[in-house]
């Protein structure tokens, strides 16, 4: 029997930078009943509260649910309100490094764009992230400029060789995320895993990148079922099933018959 359930955000549960429509609340809810829920992504805290928790409904069932930003660099919890269990913040030094590496990638790679939308280069305190159109780009724009990865993967492979004591992982739909080395999706289920006292083969994940080089991927590194989405209506039956799933199976430890 599966004891948690986890899930990237950005291209997963919503549409990028988009908000949770009312089906996917509902069905998070629903979830949130049955089982423990956690949430990985590679946008920070704010981005959580504005996307996600704006629209899930306040109640007691919050306590099954834990938030890792910044592709798991942090970890915030429930209890009343929302308490930061750990962050990995990189260092003013380490920051500095990543952002010149960042634009000698990208102009190495020849991918500088004419119009942006908000910041390229976000300091999120335990990720750099680079947006190749900003971070407030038009979904439709961000669709378009990199749909089969072909030019972020060009600056992952030249990253990989300026900082490779970095972490870096492709992720959302135009971004590059870059962490401390080892602290990724993986390091973030595996804390998960100690917190709670539940297997890796106790959990699913589900997610659209999960993909090598994807920041998903180190989920499926780790030994993690995982389920590969292409989207919120994806993800939407998939979790229906998990909770139809998950009812019957303590229907049936209750001795409950099934109608």
């Known amino acids: 029997m599966k004891k948690l359930i986890v899930f990237d955000l ?3 549960l919503a549409e990028s930078k988009s908000s949770l429509d009312a089906e996917m609340s509902a069905l998070l809810h629903d979830l949130l009943g049955v089982v423990k829920v956690a949430i990985i992504s590679g946008g920070d805290w704010p981005q959580f509260e504005k996307q996600l928790l704006s629209y899930l409904p306040h109640d007691e069932r919050l306590v099954n649910l834990s938030l890792l930003p910044t592709c798991g660099t942090k970890l915030f919890q429930y209890a009343g309100d929302w308490k930061k269990i750990y962050s990995e913040d990189l260092t003013a030094d380490e920051k500095e490094k990543i952002v010149s590496s960042l634009n000698q ?3 190495q790679a020849g991918y500088k764009v004419e119009k942006v939308w908000g910041k ?3 300091d999120r305190g335990s990720q750099i992230t680079f947006s190749a159109l900003g971070q407030q780009a038009p979904l439709e724009e961000k669709d378009k400029w990199d749909s089969d990865f072909t030019k972020r993967k060009k600056i992952k492979a030249i990253l990989d060789t300026l900082i490779p004591e970095f972490s870096v992982r492709m992720g959302g739909s135009t971004s590059i995320d870059v962490t401390k080395p080892g602290i990724d999706k993986a390091y973030g ?6 917190l709670f006292g539940i297997s890796l083969k106790e959990m699913i994940f589900i997610g659209d ?4 080089g994807g920041n998903d991927y180190p989920a499926e590194e780790a030994g993690v079922v995982c389920i590969p989405v292409r989207g919120p209506s994806e993800t939407k039956p998939v979790t229906e099933a998990i909770i139809a799933c998950l009812d019957g199976d303590r229907r049936a430890l209750r001795g409950e018959g099934i109608r």
């Not at 289920?189 to 100690?194: A, E, H, Y």
């Not at 990148?209 to 090598?212: C, Q, Y």
């Open 10 to 12: 950005d291209g997963t």
């Open 105 to 107: 990638a990208v102009g």
């Open 120 to 122: 390229v280069i976000e």
């Open 189 to 194: 289920i595996r804390k998960l895993r100690d």
């Open 209 to 212: 990148a999960l993909f090598p």
